[in-house]
């Protein structure tokens, strides 16, 4: 069983900060992208971020210069440091990836999501 657990979402202030964690536990032969979308009430879920195995990088235009992508391939892990947020962050943050659990086996895994929520 493979599965990827979200932390780090919240309350957070206009101007403010908040870290997104992403861990894929499980059978693991090897991660390809990860990636970070979210889904704001009555709107359909975006992409946000996604990094490649090779640390290739992507955003949505909303977001750059503001949130940053990162991995960490020993621990299995995806980041989402996300600065200078804004009333129209606020949304369910759902962490992705797609993962070999054996040599020719492929999946693609989405967590459970969490909530980021912007307002004073």
């Known amino acids: 069983q493979v ?10 202030q206009p101007g403010g ?3 997104l964690s992403c861990a894929a536990s499980g059978r693991i032969f090897s991660l390809n992208a990860m990636g970070w979308y ?5 709107k359909q879920r975006e ?3 996604t990094i490649t195995n090779g640390d290739n990088t992507n955003y ?35 962490c992705n990836a797609g993962i070999y659990v054996s040599s020719t086996y492929y999946r693609n895994i989405w967590g459970q ?8």
């Open 47 to 49: 992409l946000v971020a």
């Open 60 to 94: 949505v235009d909303s977001v750059k210069g503001r949130f940053t992508i990162s991995r960490d391939n020993a621990k299995n892990t995806v980041y989402l440091q996300m600065n200078s947020l804004k009333p129209e962050d606020t949304a369910v943050y759902y």
């Open 17 to 19: 900060s908040l870290r």
């Open 113 to 120: 999501g969490t909530q980021v929520t912007v307002s004073s």
């Open 3 to 12: 599965q990827l657990v979200e932390s780090g979402g919240g309350l957070a």
């Open 38 to 42: 979210r889904q704001a009430p009555g």
